[in-house]
């Protein structure tokens, strides 16, 4: 099955989302087209990166992936084509597909080219040039045949989480707020494991508030489930899916979860104190 995502800062309420899908069933019709999410906020890279690392490996090897956030066309900015863990993905060269790939090398990276000629107009990138691109790689074409090797992409820093060893602790910020109003850092599992050994305990702090548990599921929170409603509203830190430290309010929500009752916001720090 041929399948193409589609990532974006679109919206859903105007004709956008619908064009670029429109451009590529016209080009072939039995193509699969999965939304991953169109709601975006405007030019955010790194909301982008981390919805689409932590969905694109769940979809077939072979998949392509439009990712149309800051993207509108301009001349002086490339538009280029990542292969990377057996995927394709397509976006403008504005840092974005690095910060998706900060620990992976991409196996592949093209300047896409076929548009480039000077009678050639592109009213709209997703349309003009991301489709075509598309359809053509679930087609069985070449990278080459639309694109040359392109040795020097935009690279922007992901931020990561360090360890003070002097006042032994590790520093993260938060990066990313999700539809429950979870708010997720950039502490993985793994540094906090690696940052643990040799101390019996730790203090999560953010700003003056505290836990000191970090759960491996939301519902661990929960510890009588006859008396489950009674835990709604309780604080919690666990790590998610991702394996990414996430503070939480049980069974909230985008206006009475961590992000409004921590008053956090994108970027502020949070710390774990070892001891």
């Keep these: 099955m041929a399948v193409i995502t589609f990532t974006s ?20 019709e039995e193509l ?21 690392r932590n969905a694109y490996s769940f979809f077939p090897k072979g998949t392509v992936h439009i990712i149309s956030v800051d993207s509108f066309y301009t001349k002086e900015r490339k538009c280029i084509l990542y292969k990377a863990d057996d ?25 896409i080219t076929f548009n480039n000629r000077f009678d050639d107009e592109v009213r709209f990138t997703s349309t003009d040039i991301f489709a075509p691109v598309a359809v053509h790689l679930q ?3 070449l990278p080459e045949v639309i ?24 520093i993260g910020e ?18 906090f494991e690696k940052s643990s050994v040799g101390f019996e305990s730790f203090i999560v702090k953010f700003r003056n508030l505290a836990l000191s548990r970090i759960h491996d599921q939301y519902t661990d929170l929960v510890n009588d489930w006859n008396k489950e409603q009674e835990f709604h509203g309780k604080a919690a830190a666990v790590f998610n899916d991702a394996g990414l430290l996430e503070l939480t309010i049980y069974k909230g929500n985008g206006e ?3 992000k409004t009752l921590f008053g956090l916001q ?7 104190e070892f001891q």
């Design 139 to 141: 087609n069985g074409g």
């Design 87 to 111: 995927h394709y993905f397509i976006a403008a060269d504005n840092g974005l597909l690095s910060l998706i790939f900060y620990d992976i090398k991409p196996e592949e990276v093209y300047e």
């Design 9 to 28: 800062d679109y919206g859903l309420v105007d004709h956008r989302v619908a064009a670029v899908k429109g451009a590529i069933l016209k080009l072939k």
């Design 174 to 191: 938060i990066m990313y707020i999700d539809n429950f109003g979870n708010v997720v850092s950039n502490i993985s599992k793994k540094n």
């Design 256 to 258: 009475s979860g961590a």
């Design 266 to 272: 994108v970027g502020e720090s949070i710390y774990i």
């Design 32 to 52: 699969t087209i999965v939304d991953i999410t169109h709601q975006i906020q405007a030019y955010n890279l790194l909301q982008t990166a981390y919805v689409v």
């Design 147 to 170: 694109g040359r090797k392109f040795k020097d992409p935009k690279q922007l820093s992901f931020p990561r989480a360090v360890f003070n060893e002097s006042e032994k602790m590790l």
